[in-house]
């Protein structure tokens, strides 16, 4: 979760820091040449979180789909062999391993405006399988299941297509154990933990305070080689807690919310009631006020009104009669 990549159609790939959202750096250079003909963009994170394997690039003018280290951004190598360009790409989500000189490895799948689909595996230097005229049209998006095995597409003319691999065919998908100690013996931590795992803020006033605080290193982070998640040296708020802000103040701290105490508000007081001679009822009201959460209330003077009805020496405002 440290990074961000966008692809966009002004001919660049971006990459985004999560820890301020500002940018690390912009890929131009595969990218200069390319038309604007694909619907979609879609590139993808292997599962290490070590490549970036980009849409719709151009090598010696032909449709590749580059492929970007994290180590420096460099990005000499690329997957070659669709007729047109390639709208979106997509990893498995899981690991996978076979007896081999390789121990551990990734899956990519690739479509194309070329209506073919091509799977490569990151052991290999050629295609693991290449299937063509799947649809009528392109090929927009591509899903892998949980379990490694199962893969769904779908294209521009309506239609949805359904693969499904075997052990045998792609290899056995490692379980999280073993994902957690290849991690930690190849990159120093295990993914989510040991501090590998950076924590994403949305609210643009809390990561606006949290660069102006204070850092805490945790001696995790600091043995991982990774740059110290920037925490902030707050309290935390006690469940019952109210926060109070004024319209123009700074958040600080979960969402503010408006107090509902009002300053020097006027005592509820009873209403009078008394009968005239006759039995009917006279109910005097008491006025309120107006309520305000900036500031004491706006006293209200109270217009006299004659009664010759009334038997108290207070004069009333407003005659109701029953």
């Not at 001919?11 to 250079?29: A, F, L, P």
């Amino acid at each position: 979760g440290k990074y961000l990549a966008s692809q966009s159609v002004d001919k660049t790939v971006k990459i985004w820091r999560t820890s301020d959202w500002k940018e690390e750096t912009t890929i131009k250079g595969p990218f200069e040449g390319c038309g604007e003909t694909t619907y979609v963009l879609r590139l993808s994170w292997s599962p290490d979180g070590q490549t970036i394997v980009s849409a719709h690039a151009l090598n010696n003018q032909g449709p590749v789909a580059k492929i970007i280290q994290r180590d420096g951004w460099n990005h000499k190598d690329d997957f070659v062999g669709h007729r047109k360009a390639v709208e979106v790409v997509k990893f498995n989500p899981r690991l996978l391993t076979k007896n081999g000189p390789i121990s551990m490895y990734a899956c990519c799948a690739l479509g194309s405006r070329d209506r073919s689909l091509s799977i490569w595996l990151t052991s290999l230097k050629r295609p693991l399988v290449v299937t063509h005229d799947i649809f009528k049209q392109s090929i927009v998006d591509i899903s892998w299941s949980l379990s490694g095995y199962e893969l769904m597409l779908c294209s521009l003319d309506g239609t949805i297509a359904y693969i499904e691999f075997t052990p045998d065919e792609l290899g056995r998908a490692i379980s999280s154990d073993e994902r957690d100690d290849y991690f930690v013996e190849n990159y120093g931590c295990a993914a989510g933990k040991n501090g590998g795992a950076q924590k994403l803020i949305e609210n643009p006033d809390i990561l606006g305070l949290q660069l102006l605080l204070p850092t805490k290193t945790t001696p995790e982070a600091g043995n991982s080689g990774l740059a110290p998640f920037r925490v902030p040296d707050v309290a935390p708020l006690s469940p019952l807690t109210t926060v109070t802000a004024s319209v123009s103040g700074t958040v600080t701290k979960g969402i503010a919310v408006a107090s509902s105490t009002t300053q020097n508000s006027p005592v509820k007081e009873k209403q009078k009631e008394t009968k005239t001679k006759d039995g009917r009822r006279r109910i005097t009201p008491v006025a309120l006020g107006v309520c305000s959460t900036t500031g004491p209330s706006p006293a209200i003077k109270e217009p006299e009104i004659e009664s010759g009805a009334s038997t108290t020496t207070t004069p009333s405002t407003i005659a109701i009669k029953f």
